[in-house]
């Protein structure tokens, strides 16, 4: 067997393959698309939801074609976001990186690694054997970040400073969907079916960005005793193309606000406010800011902000913009509440196992009393 050292040492060169010798877009399952399409008909959208409202297609953002026209100087200028805009432009009509990030103490070739993960780290090699597929330690993760960041030194400061290691679990992986795209599913997730499946054929791939799913959509008068949000968008699975607007915008949210805390000298807060920090709360703020931001989105013909109410009680995926937003059963199948429908449902596909010991309770689905 492996030392803990040379697992790292394994791991390390692994990730050198991955970033220097594979091609930036590896082969995947998905089928490619030429050309940004149009809204199709089959296409679902929030407009069918209880707003009225459709939402059109999100422009290709501009910096992208801009990115030989600044030096430097004028670079580390820029507002965070537009930084990192240029450092990993954003192309929707690309198809979805073949890459499936894990993060983990130690590393399925480590003695240490526990049995209790080892079927659900399996099952996402099994579903999708062309994938690249990695289960990063801590240690390799601050390499990997200094590394993919290092143009942008505010997120390194970030990243570095956070004091707990679920904020940086929570912050790895929105930077690295951020600047490789592809899964990132938490080690206690099972894959009941491939990524190809996830998005329906009435959608085309070259208008999606973004795959998410609902964590909890709880129909009760006293939800707040219970979740963050009314509805909250779960983060222990997504899939995502590189540069995607939403991964952005939480990665300049989080930094700005780890930095301020830094500051203020109130960086050591308690597992309580991870939710609100880097957790599904700051996450699912991020995605609605987004399906409300008229620099992505017209406006013009709107009936009402996108909210909560387009999505509570969804038994279909729906598309906003270049987001699919999958129903409760997706990624939370057999939770015993807010609807969500057994693991052997058609429109399963993740099973969150729940065993992320290391997480705070206040991390975790609670199921009230009276659902359980």
């Known amino acids: 067997m492996l030392s803990s050292r040379r697992a790292i040492v394994l791991s390390v060169f692994l990730l050198f393959c991955i970033f220097y010798l594979y091609p930036r877009s590896p082969r995947s399952p998905h089928e490619p698309e030429p050309t940004p399409g149009h809204q199709t008909s089959g296409d679902k959208g929030v407009g ?3 707003t009225g409202r459709k939402p059109s297609r999100p422009h290709i953002p501009k910096e992208a074609k801009q990115q030989q026209q600044l030096s430097l100087a004028e670079i ?14 954003y192309q ?25 993960f080892r079927i659900t780290e399996a ?26 960041y290092s143009a942008v030194p505010d997120v390194l400061d970030a990243y570095r400073a956070l004091p707990l290691p679920i904020l940086k679990a929570d912050f790895f992986r929105y930077l690295i969907l951020l600047a490789r795209g592809g899964i990132y599913s938490d080690i206690d997730t099972l894959a009941l079916q491939p990524a190809p499946d996830w998005v329906s ?3 085309k791939l070259n208008q999606i960005g973004l795959v998410i799913g609902i964590e909890a959509d709880p129909d009760r008068d006293d939800w707040a005793q219970w979740y963050s949000r009314r509805i909250q968008f779960c983060q222990w699975t997504i899939q995502s193309k590189p540069g995607h607007p939403v991964l952005r915008e939480i990665v300049a949210n989080i930094t700005m606000e780890t930095l301020r805390r830094k500051r203020a000298g109130r960086l050591q807060g308690s597992p309580d406010n991870v939710i609100e920090w880097t957790g599904p709360a700051v996450w699912t703020d991020t995605i609605f800011e987004y399906f409300n931001n008229p620099k992505y989105f017209d406006m ?14 969804m038994r279909e995926p729906k598309k906003v913009g270049d987001v699919v937003v999958l129903p409760i059963t997706s990624f939370s199948p057999g939770i015993g509440h807010s609807g969500a429908k057994d693991d052997d449902d058609p429109m ?7 065993e992320g010991s290391w997480k705070p309770e206040s991390e975790r689905v609670v199921v009230p009393a009276d659902e359980a």
Do not use: C, M
Request: no cysteine; proline share 7%; glycine share 4%.
């Open 48 to 50: 069918q939801g209880s």
């Open 76 to 89: 580390k200028n820029l507002p965070l976001a537009e930084q990192l805009a240029y450092q990993f432009p």
């Open 92 to 116: 929707v009509s690309s198809k979805f990186p073949a890459y499936i990030w894990q993060t983990w103490k130690f590393t399925p070739a480590s003695p240490e690694f526990e049995e209790r």
């Open 123 to 148: 099952s996402w090699t099994e579903k999708h054997p062309t994938f690249v597929h990695e289960v990063i330690t801590d240690l390799v993760a601050t390499h990997l970040i200094e590394h993919l």
């Open 201 to 203: 054929s009435n959608f």
């Open 300 to 313: 013009s013909s709107s009936k009402g902000e996108i909210s909560w109410r387009n999505f509570t009680g």
């Open 348 to 354: 399963a596909f993740v099973k969150h196992e729940f």
